[in-house]
């Protein structure tokens, strides 16, 4: 089977940096993902990692590591319209679905 | 403009009362998907359609059918809607025939009384 695990919640103020674990159990590895989602909206993209190592777009990066079932998303500089949940998924060993973590809710305050 | 539509956004219906959410791309992708998501326990698939006339079940597929008839086509059937089917469903489509970025629907939010 496959498990997703991330933090339920989490509080940052403006401008600061804030780092979303994430730590994964599967049977295989195909790649992974992190996804943005504003309350009651569509989850939209932030990020894909099938190699070790850190990517970067902008103030969002992402780390992974597959030998400790690890990722990380990195948000910097963080401002009130980052306040949303993020979503860490994986693709399932049959390359045929993501099987998404519960996800992580993020408040910035001012 | 790419995207993915679905309707209705939003319905209240009653228990027993088939309904269809219908989901339509416009990116000419192979791979589309639909997923249901419920407080405290994420987005979890339902079906999964890899391209046209190939189907196959998520996670949670019982109470649920639906169709690839056309690439750009991929409703959501209920035959018999349930109290327990109340949630918000999302669609979603990517290129290929196995999973990479997936584009998301705006979400339908769905009450069964």
């Known amino acids: 089977g496959q498990n997703i695990d991330q933090p339920t919640e989490m509080t940052a103020t403006e401008g600061a940096i804030v780092q979303i674990n994430c730590t994964y159990q599967?049977?295989?590895?195909?790649?992974l993902f992190w996804y943005q989602q504003h309350a009651g909206e569509a989850p939209t993209f932030l990020s894909y990692?099938?190699?070790?190592g850190l990517e970067e777009k902008g103030r969002f990066s992402s780390f992974l590591s597959r030998s400790k079932g690890y990722s990380y998303l990195l948000l910097k500089e963080l401002q009130m319209k980052d306040s949303a949940s993020y979503l860490c998924?994986?693709?399932?060993?049959?390359?045929?679905?993501?099987?998404f973590g519960k996800g992580t809710t993020l408040s910035v305050s001012s | 403009e790419a995207q993915v539509t679905q309707n209705p956004r939003y319905l209240i219906t009653v228990t027993g009362k088939k309904l269809t959410v219908t989901c339509s791309q416009n990116?000419?992708?192979?791979?589309m998907s639909w997923y249901r998501q419920d407080p405290g326990l994420g987005l979890r698939q339902i079906y999964y359609?890899?391209?046209?006339?190939?189907?196959d079940k998520g996670d949670v597929p019982e109470g649920y059918k639906v169709s690839r008839k056309e690439k750009r086509n991929f409703p959501l059937i209920l035959e018999s809607p349930s109290p327990n089917q109340t949630s918000l469903y999302f669609c979603?489509?990517?290129?290929?025939?196995?999973?990479?970025?997936?584009?998301f629907g705006p979400g339908t939010r769905l009450t069964v009384l």
């Open positions: 979603a489509s990517s290129r290929g025939t196995s999973i990479n970025e997936q584009f």
């Open positions: 998924a994986v693709i399932n060993q049959a390359g045929t679905a993501l099987i």
């Open positions: 359609s890899m391209n046209v006339e190939v189907t």
């Open positions: 990116m000419n992708h192979e791979y």
């Open positions: 990692n099938v190699l070790d």
């Open positions: 599967t049977s295989g590895f195909n790649g």
